[in-house]
């Protein structure tokens, strides 16, 4: 049997089985009447009885012995599961201070409307002039006007659609050649690059509108038609896009049939400056001008100089370290309750399930003697206390919110050592938590010893089960045959004394003789 527990499970089992055993003793004595008084002819033998006192006699207090090794191994396993459960959350909330993440928390500010920012990893304090001349735009396309007539069936040919770099080739046939088919046909195919087609029917008659899907001066639509037989009208469907000339680069198209089409809103880029160097984007969400900084333009951006600051998030810092502080005395609160004494307990249920565990000891000890530690680092050095976090006797830890705030906004570079990214605080307690919990460390190999332990305690109660009921299924047959032997004496007994009498009486045989 395994001796994975601590003494105070160990007492409990112990006590669990001299209770049983002591159970067993005096069902056995009682059983044992039944023995005495079935054999002085007063009774029969209560063969059950006696059975199930022999076999609990052999059998229970190994079976309590198990059993409350079997709670002994999983009351430990839960108890490591919760604990591995509190250090999963303390390193999820130390991720942003051991990465560095936490020196990359900023907030972009724009003075006016229609401009947005956010700002992340690589973004630097600053503040820009934002000068919006126009925004990007996806190309929208009208073709003229078909008759109903055109609209039933255009023709037969190849239609070549291209989106900028990309295209897709439509075979029109007699089968799908009306205005509509061919809308179907383009939006529902899995070459399509990047474009919708719509029909629109006014007074003059059916109209063809294709628009893209995508920003900027390269994304024009351009249509081909090629190998056209019966045409009655699909040569139309023929437009060519070119990049404009003026200063906004806006799209310009050409028709290839007689009935012209109409750009109803151009392909172009976004045009801005930025402290005054001019700067373009093919997407209103640009990330490619300022390092670390997305920046996002609305319509009503247009026409506006608006002011664009970038500046550390000094909440989104202070939130990071009091989650870490929270996370932090949550494990403590955990690793205090699993190690815990009650005194007024019941005897073998007084202790925790991991009281005096050296391995909750050893990480308790390896982060508690790490949070008093200095780093140092860019000409300072920083400890916990030097920006407010103070521990309590308890083991807790505590935060004056004055003290982190006025830390974290006039004292960056001692926050920032405190918490770098190769020897900080966070990074170091992280690194201690992942060698606890990685495989092959002393949760997993604590783990595995009970589980292993465990199943071992399975296949022993399967062998003591079976071992009960073969003892049961043998006294119980022996008992039966005792029974009925006594039985046959004692009616054997009662003849004899009838026919020859017994003390201070006469048998029939006296009696007749007389």
């Known amino acids: 049997m395994s001796t994975i527990s601590g003494s105070s499970s160990s007492t409990s089992a112990s006590a669990a089985a001299a209770a049983a055993q002591a159970a067993a003793a005096a069902a056995l004595q009682q059983a044992g009447q039944s023995l005495i008084a079935g054999s002085t002819g007063n009774s029969t033998l209560d063969v059950q009885s006696l059975t199930t006192a022999l076999v609990n006699a052999k059998v229970a207090g190994q079976a309590a012995t198990l059993t409350a090794q079997a709670k002994n191994d999983n009351t430990q396993i839960s108890a ?7 250090l999963s959350s303390l390193q999820i909330s130390l991720a942003p201070l051991a990465t560095g993440a936490f020196q990359s928390d900023f907030t972009a500010t724009a003075s006016g409307s229609g401009l947005t920012a956010h700002a992340g990893s690589g973004a630097v304090s600053g503040s820009y002039s934002i000068d919006v001349t126009q925004i990007a735009q996806a190309q929208s396309i009208s073709s003229g006007a078909f008759t109903s007539t055109q609209a039933a069936g255009l023709g ?3 239609l070549t659609i291209a989106v900028g770099d990309k295209s897709m080739s439509l075979n029109v046939t007699s089968s799908n050649n009306s205005l509509s088919s061919i809308a179907a046909a383009i939006n529902g195919s899995s070459q399509n690059p990047g474009i919708t087609a719509t029909i629109v029917t006014g007074s003059d008659g059916s109209h063809l509108v294709l628009g893209s899907s995508t920003t900027g001066a390269s994304s024009m639509i351009n249509v081909t038609v090629s190998n ?10 023929g437009v060519t896009s070119a990049a404009g000339t003026g200063a906004s680069g806006a799209s310009t198209i050409t028709s290839a049939g007689t009935i012209a089409w109409n750009q109803t809103t151009a392909a172009q880029d976004a045009q801005f400056t930025i402290n005054g160097t001019k700067a373009t984007s093919s997407s209103n969400s640009v990330t490619s001008v300022l390092a670390g900084v997305t920046m996002n333009l609305g319509s009503t951006s247009v026409g506006t100089t608006q002011t664009l600051t970038v500046a550390s998030d000094a909440t989104s810092q202070i939130s990071d370290v009091q989650s870490f502080v929270s996370s932090y005395n949550s494990l403590v609160s ?39 530690t200095s780093v140092s680092g860019s000409g300072v050095t920083a400890s916990l206390s030097s920006i407010g976090i103070s521990m309590n006797s308890d083991g807790t830890l505590s ?20 918490f770098n990214s190769t020897n900080g605080i966070a990074k170091q307690m992280n690194t201690d938590i992942a060698t606890f919990t990685k495989t092959g460390g002393v949760i997993d190999i604590r783990t595995s010893a009970l589980t292993a332990d465990l199943k071992s305690v399975t296949t022993q109660s399967n062998s003591l089960t079976a071992y009960e009921a073969l003892l049961t299924s043998q006294y119980s047959a022996q008992f039966t045959a005792l029974n009925s032997l006594m039985a046959t004496t004692n009616s054997n007994s009662q003849y004899l004394t009838q026919l020859f009498g017994g003390t201070n009486s006469e048998g029939a045989l006296a009696k007749n003789a007389s």
């Open 228 to 237: 056209l037989a019966n045409d009655n009208g699909l040569s139309s469907l």
């Open 334 to 372: 955990a690793m205090s309750s699993l190690s815990s004494f009650n005194s007024s307990a019941s005897a073998g249920s007084q202790g925790g399930p991991l009281l005096g565990d050296s391995m909750l000891q050893t990480i308790r000890s390896t982060l508690g003697n790490l949070l008093g």
């Open 80 to 86: 490591i599961g919760q604990l591995s459960s509190a």
């Open 399 to 418: 935060v004056d919110t004055s003290t982190l705030t006025s830390a974290v906004q006039n004292n960056p570079t001692q926050v920032g050592t405190l």
């Open 156 to 158: 037969t040919g190849t």
